[in-house]
């Protein structure tokens, strides 16, 4: 595949859809105005 050894290639595949999981949802929260530190005084939180 990318390196010749599958436990490589696994491990940074694994790594990239890590990140781009991370990405979307950071991303997600930015765009909605949300977020970790929000939830607590915000009042309309999605969660409840």
């Known amino acids: 595949m ?13 790594n990239l859809i890590l990140c781009l999981g991370v990405s979307v949802v950071f991303g997600y929260q930015q765009y909605t ?7 607590a005084s ?3 939180s999605s969660k409840e």
Do not use: E, R, V
């Open 2 to 14: 990318l390196t010749g050894y599958w436990s490589i290639d696994a491990f940074l595949i694994a």
């Open 33 to 39: 105005g949300g977020g970790a530190l929000d939830d």
């Open 42 to 44: 915000s009042k309309h």
